[in-house]
Nanobody, 124 residues
Framework: QVQLVESGGGLVQAGGSLRLSCAVS????????MGWFRQAPGKEREFVAA????????YYADSVKGRFIISRDNAKNTVYLQMNSLKPEDTAVYYC?????????????????WGQGTQVTVSS
């Protein structure tokens, strides 16, 4: 059974930082490209960051570029999203996703598995 379990969300003031983690089980983690998406109330799910299965290619949404960093630890079957200089507009439920692919994916329909999401709230 494939499981993606996010953690690390919470309430933070604008300008602060959070680090999200996503623990993956039930798949050969190193074969999967990983991504982070988010969904704010009343809005569609949007791409945040993605990386190739090797960790060598990184992609970011323009809205988070320079503030967020995606990384992975294949030994721990975990992907991370370091979020710095948080803004109120970053408030959303954040989801990690896994795609059986060497290449990073930025479109949600190209992902095979999803986590349940973790809430991030940034106060002004």
């Amino acid at each position: 059974q494939v499981q993606l379990v996010e953690s690390g969300g919470g309430l933070v003031q604008a300008g602060g930082s959070l680090r999200l983690s996503c623990a993956v089980s039930g798949v050969i983690f190193s074969s999967y490209a990983m991504g982070w998406f988010r969904q704010a109330p009343g809005k569609e799910r949007e791409f945040v960051a993605a990386m190739a299965s090797s960790g060598g290619r990184l992609y970011y949404a323009d809205s988070v570029k320079g503030r967020f960093i995606i990384s992975r630890d294949n030994a721990k079957n975990t992907v991370y999203l370091q979020m710095n200089s948080l803004k109120p507009e970053d408030t959303a439920v954040y989801y990690c996703a896994a795609a059986l692919s060497t290449y990073a994916r930025i479109i949600s329909r190209n992902y095979d598995y999803w986590g349940q999401g973790t809430q991030v709230t940034v106060s002004s």
